[in-house]
């Protein structure tokens, strides 16, 4: 349930921001109380865009040459599902498990 609280949504950059106007707008439709964005970069243009859409823009980065997210980052690797999963369940429970699917099914 949504509705009266705030949400922060998060991504690892905005390029145009259009994933994330078409998120705020399914999200506006649940009623929260303030979106707020948070981004480690993006260009200022795209926030200006956003700052129209969401009570809060937090953006760390602002380069007007932007080019792409991934030039911004040392490591711009994809994360496993599995990693995903594991931190989700740490965030839960303060217990990480770092091992992949496979290495679980033979431990």
Known sequence: ELRGRSVIIVDDGAATGATMLAALAALRLENPG?????LPVAPPETCD????????VICLQTPSLFFAIGTWYRNFDQVADYEVANLLREAADGVADTAAPEQLATS
Not at 49 to 56: D, G, T, V
Request: charged share 40%; aromatic share 0%.
């Open 34 to 38: 303030e979106l707020i964005v948070a």
């Open 49 to 56: 865009r956003l700052r129209a859409a969401a009570e809060r």
